[in-house]
């Protein structure tokens, strides 16, 4: 059980263009969801907590206008990197959280050209 | 404030060999602890964990760790490691209080050597 799918596994896309990723709770149901990033070599960095129903809670340096959050239902967030430049190049990973404990996406490898 | 020590970076280990993954925390309040692994482009697995009960804990693949109150330490050890388990291991703890805001030790990078 706690089965989160992270899709899609890898993205490229044109700079200026808007990318949206999807994380799933496939067998629980998560008021909860985060997202991080990680760069090479490096532990992931919370990015933001998505709150089922509510306004996602960003971390401090995060830009709320680049970085779109809708947690619509108990098992869907999702995450739009919107006019995606360069910079915005990363590993994305999503996690649910389920009695205490985070369960991760398999993460989501974002290359803007 | 909590905080996590992933001592080594990096541990180069022979297949077949035992080997041993330090993690040590800094917390003020209880806490529940976690390893995860991280393959190559992949996300990550949650290895074992310990919430409250018996200190030693048994995970997947072969993995245990054992909470020591008193050093503050949560190191993880498998007996006799495979090819297969090269990867990035996070030690990671959250506050009983707070289960949501997980803190991550900076990873080790596994190697294993035939």
Not at chain 2, 33 to 52: A, D
Request: charged residues 15%.
């Amino acid at each position: 059980g706690a089965v989160v799918s992270q899709h899609p596994s890898r993205v490229i896309c044109k700079s200026g263009t808007s990318v949206k990723i999807e994380c799933r709770s496939l067998d629980f149901q998560a008021t909860t969801m985060f997202w991080y990033r990680q760069f090479p070599k490096q532990s992931l960095m919370l990015m933001a907590t998505s709150n089922e129903g509510s306004k996602a809670t960003y971390e401090q340096g995060v830009e709320k206008d680049k970085f779109l959050i809708n947690h619509a239902s108990l098992t869907l967030s999702t995450l739009t990197v919107t006019s995606a430049h360069p910079e915005d190049s990363s590993f994305y990973i999503c996690s649910a959280m389920r009695e205490n404990i985070q369960y991760f996406g398999a993460g989501t490898r974002l290359s803007v050209l | 404030a909590q905080s996590v020590t992933q001592l080594d970076s990096q541990v180069p280990v022979f297949e077949e060999a035992p080997v041993e993954l330090r993690c040590n925390y800094s917390s003020s309040v209880s806490v529940y602890l976690f390893w995860y692994v991280q393959y190559p482009n992949q996300g990550l697995q949650l290895l074992l964990k310990y919430l409250s009960g018996s200190t030693l804990v048994k995970g997947i693949n072969g993995f245990e760790a054992e909470f020591n109150k008193s050093q503050t330490s949560f190191h993880l050890r498998k007996p006799s490691v495979h090819i297969s388990d090269t990867a990035e291991y996070f030690c990671a703890v959250t506050m009983y209080s707070s289960a949501s805001k997980i803190i991550f030790g900076s990873g080790t990078r596994l190697s294993i050597r035939p």
